[in-house]
C-alpha cells in the first residue's frame, strides 16, 4: 500500500518552480497582489508559512521564476502609483481649507 503524501508535502509539490516575488503584511495585501499579475497574465499563487521565531505569519505571493522580472516591475509600478495618489491626498488635506464654509449658525 502506497503511502499518501501529507498536505505540506502536496502544497510544496504545487509550487514547485515557483519563486517569491514579494511579501506580504497581510493576506488581503497578498490577494491584491496576486490580483494584480493575474490581471496582467502573470500566474500567481500565495504561499502561508508559519515562523514561530518571531511568532508572526509570513505571507509570500510566488510566480514562476520565468515572470519574476515583470512580476517585479508590475508590483513595483503599483507601489509608485499608490504613493502619488498618498501624496497628493495627504497634499489636499493640508490645504487653505476654509473648514468655517460648512459650519451651521443655527
Request: no cysteine; hydrophobic share 40%; net charge negative.
Amino acid at each position: 500500500m502506497a503511502k499518501r503524501p501529507k498536505k505540506g508535502q502536496k502544497s510544496q509539490a504545487k509550487l514547485q518552480g515557483y519563486v517569491v516575488v514579494a511579501f506580504a503584511e497581510d493576506l488581503h495585501q497578498a490577494e491584491d497582489y496576486k490580483t494584480l499579475l493575474e490581471v496582467n497574465d502573470i500566474p500567481a499563487m500565495i504561499s502561508e508559512h508559519d515562523e514561530q521565531s518571531v511568532a508572526s505569519k509570513e505571507i509570500a505571493v510566488m510566480v514562476p521564476e520565468d515572470f519574476l522580472d515583470e512580476a517585479h516591475v508590475i508590483i513595483e509600478s503599483q507601489h509608485a502609483y499608490d504613493d502619488f495618489y498618498d501624496l497628493a491626498l495627504e497634499d489636499e488635506t493640508q490645504g487653505d481649507f476654509d473648514s468655517d464654509l460648512f459650519e451651521n449658525d443655527f
